[in-house]
């Protein structure tokens, strides 16, 4: 499954995988039709621009994996922690796509590299996205291990 390994600000996994004990299970094909982005791209500006005004639920609405949302495969109060520890990783001043196109197209993900910056500090990292749900694009996957210097 997908998982963003946490440094810096806490000590757990923040993923979509969904085989969560006692975690909701959407049924097949349901995305809420304002949840998801066009392509891979806009995916990650939506859900970035979320991260920057702190809006989890706009957040929750491009996080997720091939079956859908993560917000309808976790519980609450797990969302909401992975969610908080994802704003205060990724909080950024300005991103800027590092290439202009996906450095890798496998398997229905593509990948991206987009450097962050914070006042004086900036980090490149990988986003990957995924197709979920009637089509609709979701970042499935940072790699934070890059952005431990953001949360302050």
């Not at 950024?92 to 202009?100: L, N, S, T």
Request: glycine content about 10%.
């Amino acid at each position: 499954g997908a998982s963003l390994t946490l440094g810096g600000c806490a000590r757990q996994m923040v993923s979509s995988e969904t085989s969560l004990p006692g975690a909701a299970v959407p049924s097949v094909g349901s995305m809420p039709s304002d949840a998801g982005a066009a392509n891979g791209r806009a995916a990650i500006d939506a859900f970035l621009k979320a991260v920057k005004t702190q809006d989890l639920q706009g957040i929750s609405a491009y996080w997720g994996n091939s079956k859908g949302l993560a917000r309808d495969q976790l519980k609450r109060d797990e969302l909401e922690k992975r969610l908080i520890v994802m704003q205060c990783l990724m909080q950024h001043d300005k991103f800027v796509y590092a290439e202009d196109r996906p450095r890798l197209i496998a398997g229905g993900l593509q990948e991206y590299l987009v450097e962050l910056t914070k006042g004086k500090v900036s980090a490149r990292t990988t986003f990957t996205t995924v197709t979920g749900p009637g089509g609709k694009w979701l970042v499935q996957d940072v790699d934070v291990s890059k952005l431990r210097d953001f949360c302050t």
